[in-house]
C-alpha cells in the first residue's frame, strides 16, 4: 500500500516534525460503533493509515463509545473486519470508556476552576435559549451555582440519584460566542442504559466533543485528522485541553479535510440506518449500499477503494466524486487479475444440426490476455450450445451482425455457424435456434475464406454449470442536496436465474473475481453461494463511461 504521497497535512506535519514540535507521529481513527462503515469512513481510516505510515508512525483504532443508547457490540466486530479488509493495521487498539475515569476526573478538575456547571434545564430549554447564527444565546438561570453546589450535583448525578434528562454538566465558556459550539456545550448527561464495554458501572457518559480531545491526549496522539464537519469543534477541541493541567502546553492538533462525497449516493450512517429497519435493502452488506461490507460482497476490491481515495486526493474544499472515477479503479485492478470466462446470462439454445451429437471437443482458449503468465484452459464444445439471447433477432435491425435466419458468426475460440431455422412455443415466442457449422473454420486453423463481421461466446449444454447471477445498479436515482427525499431505482437488483457458465467454474474454487466475456466483471457471492450453488454479483460492467 502506497505511503509516500504529499498533501497539506503531511505539510503541516513536516514543519512541526522540523521545528521540533513533534518528534514522532501518531493518528488514530476514532468510529462510534453504531452502524457499519461507508466508504467516506474508508477515505478517512486510509488518510490517518497511511499518513502514519508514510513518517513511520503509530496508527490508533479507537471505538468512541460514549453513547450506549445506540452503540452494538455487533458494530464493533464489523468495523474491525471492515478495516482489517482495507489493508489497515492498527498498532493500538482502545474504547472511549476504557478512559470514562480519567474523563470524570478531568470533569471534576473543570468544575474545581469554575468553568463547568450542572445545569436543570431540559434539551428543550437548553436548545431554545443557545440562539441563533445571528443571535447570542442567553445563559442558564444555573451558570453561576457556586463550585461547591456543583461538585456535589455532579458526583449525585454519577451516584444516580437523578433520572435520564433532569440534569446536565455544562461548560462555561461563551454564550455569545459566535462559534454556537462554543456557547456553554453540554459535556456530560445522564443515561441509565446497559453499556456493552462497561456494563452497568456508569449512568453519565461524556459528550463526543468533550471526550474525544481528552482520548486523543492520553494516547499520545500527535495530529487528529478529521473531515471538514468537525472544523468549528475545534475551538471546543482546543478550550478542553487548554483548560486542563495536564494538556495545557502540549496537546494534539486537530486537522480537518474534505469529506467524501460520492453523486447519487448517500452515506450518513442515519440514512443508511433507516434504509436497514426499513427493509428497503437486505441489510448493512447490501450491494447496493456504500458500506464497506456492501462493497467487499459487491465484489470491490480493496487496491480499487486505496487507488480510488488516492485519485480523489486530500483538500480542504467539499466536492462531489462521480462514481464513474470508482468504478474505473475497480476495472483497472481487475483487468490483469480476474480469469475471463464465458457466461450465458439469458440462455437460448442453440442445435448444430451437422455436429455430430456425441462428440465433444475440447477448445483452447486463454484465460486473460492482460495477465502474464495466465495460461489457458480447455472448454468443451458440442451438439448442442447456449448463447445469449440477445444474440439473436428475428427480424434484426440495421447494423445488427450477430445471429438472425441465413446469417454466419463466429462461436468465441470454435468455429463459424450459421442460423437456417428456428423453434417457437405456442406464443410464437423463439425457444430454440437450428444452426448449422463449417469444420474448415476452426480457431487457429489459418482459415482465411470469407469473413464474418460478428462473435459470440457461447456454452456447452452438456456441460452447463448452471448458476443464480445478481445485476446491480445504483439504489439511488435522483438526490438533491441532501434532502431526505430518495428517488429509489426500481431495478436496482435484477436477479437472473437459470444462467449457463463454462465446466471451468467447478475447478476454480479458490477464485472468487471474474470476468464474464462481453458483460462485466462479477463476483461470487460470499452469502448465498455453497458448493454446487452458484451466485454471483456484478460488481461492475466493461463499458466505462470515464474520462480522465
Not at 440562539?131 to 454519577?158: H, V
Not at 456553554?184 to 453499556?195: C, G, L, N, S
Not at 459487491?298 to 480542504?316: C, H, L, M, Y
Not at 462514481?323 to 450465458?344: T, Y
Request: proline share 5%.
Amino acid at each position: 500500500m502506497k505511503a509516500e504521497s504529499t498533501n497539506f497535512i503531511h505539510n503541516i506535519i513536516d514543519a512541526d516534525l522540523a521545528s521540533g514540535k513533534v518528534d514522532t507521529v501518531q493518528t488514530r481513527f476514532p468510529p462510534e460503533p453504531n452502524g457499519y462503515l461507508h466508504v467516506g469512513h474508508a477515505k478517512a481510516i486510509l488518510i490517518n493509515y497511511l499518513t502514519a505510515q508514510k513518517y513511520g508512525g503509530r496508527f490508533n483504532l479507537r471505538f468512541d463509545d460514549t453513547n450506549p443508547i445506540k452503540e452494538d457490540v455487533e458494530y464493533v466486530h464489523a468495523i474491525k473486519e471492515d478495516i482489517k479488509w482495507l489493508g489497515c493495521h492498527w498498532d493500538g487498539l482502545f474504547y472511549a470508556s476504557d478512559y470514562f475515569a480519567d474523563m470524570y476526573r478531568y470533569a471534576l478538575e473543570l468544575i474545581e476552576k469554575g468553568l463547568a456547571y450542572v445545569d436543570d434545564q431540559t434539551a428543550d430549554e437548553i436548545r431554545q435559549t443557545r440562539g441563533t447564527l445571528t443571535t447570542s444565546g442567553e445563559e442558564s438561570p444555573y451558570r453561576n451555582r457556586t463550585i461547591e453546589e456543583n461538585l456535589d450535583l455532579f458526583k449525585r448525578m454519577k451516584q444516580g440519584e437523578f433520572p435520564d434528562g433532569t440534569r446536565v454538566l455544562r461548560a462555561k465558556i461563551d454564550m455569545g460566542s459566535p462559534n454556537i459550539n462554543m456557547r456553554d456545550p453540554v459535556i456530560y448527561r445522564i443515561a441509565h442504559a446497559t453499556h456493552h464495554n462497561t456494563g452497568d458501572e456508569w449512568c453519565i457518559y461524556p459528550m463526543y466533543d468533550y471526550a474525544h480531545p481528552i482520548e486523543d491526549a492520553l494516547e499520545g496522539v500527535t495530529h487528529s485528522l478529521c473531515s471538514l464537519e468537525f472544523e468549528n469543534h475545534r475551538p471546543l477541541y482546543d478550550w478542553v485541553l487548554m483548560n486542563l493541567n495536564d494538556y495545557a502546553v502540549k496537546r494534539p492538533q486537530q486537522i480537518e479535510f474534505a469529506k467524501l462525497y460520492i453523486k447519487d449516493s448517500v452515506l450518513g450512517k442515519r440514512y443508511l440506518k433507516k434504509l436497514v429497519d426499513d427493509g428497503v435493502v437486505e441489510g448493512w452488506d447490501d450491494p447496493r449500499l456504500d458500506t464497506i461490507s456492501g462493497m467487499r460482497r459487491r465484489g470491490i476490491t480493496p487496491e480499487a477503494i486505496q487507488d480510488f481515495a488516492e485519485r480523489i486526493g486530500v483538500s480542504k474544499s467539499n466536492s462531489v466524486v462521480d462514481r464513474d472515477l470508482l468504478d474505473h479503479c475497480v476495472r483497472e485492478d481487475l483487468k490483469p487479475k480476474a480469469p475471463r470466462r464465458m457466461a450465458v446470462l439469458e440462455p437460448l439454445k442453440v442445435v448444430i444440426e451437422n455436429y455430430p451429437e456425441n462428440q465433444v471437443e475440447w477448445l483452447e482458449d486463454d484465460n486473460n490476455t492482460d495477465a502474464e503468465n495466465a495460461g489457458t484452459r480447455l472448454v468443451p464444445f458440442s451438439h448442442e450450445i447456449y448463447v445469449e439471447r440477445s444474440d439473436f433477432e428475428m427480424n434484426p435491425p440495421k447494423g445488427f451482425h450477430r445471429l438472425f435466419i441465413g446469417n454466419e458468426v463466429r462461436l468465441r475460440k470454435a468455429y463459424f455457424i450459421k442460423c437456417v431455422d428456428v423453434r417457437t412455443d405456442t406464443n410464437g415466442n423463439v425457444i430454440e435456434l437450428r444452426c448449422t457449422y463449417d469444420p474448415e473454420t476452426k480457431s487457429g486453423s489459418g482459415f482465411s475464406g470469407r469473413k464474418v463481421k460478428g462473435t459470440i461466446h457461447w456454452v456447452s449444454a452438456d456441460h452447463a454449470v448452471d448458476a443464480t447471477v445478481r445485476l446491480y445498479e445504483n439504489l439511488i436515482l435522483e438526490v438533491e442536496d441532501d434532502a431526505e427525499e430518495r428517488v429509489f431505482n426500481p431495478e436496482s437488483k435484477v436477479i437472473l436465474e437459470n444462467c449457463k457458465l463454462e465446466p471451468a467454474f467447478k475447478s476454480d474454487t479458490e477464485t472468487t473475481h471474474y470476468q464474464f466475456l462481453r458483460h462485466g466483471y462479477f463476483v461470487v457471492d460470499s452469502k448465498l453461494s455453497a458448493p454446487d450453488t452458484y451466485v454471483f454479483n456484478r460488481i461492475v460492467s466493461l463499458k466505462s463511461s470515464y474520462k480522465k
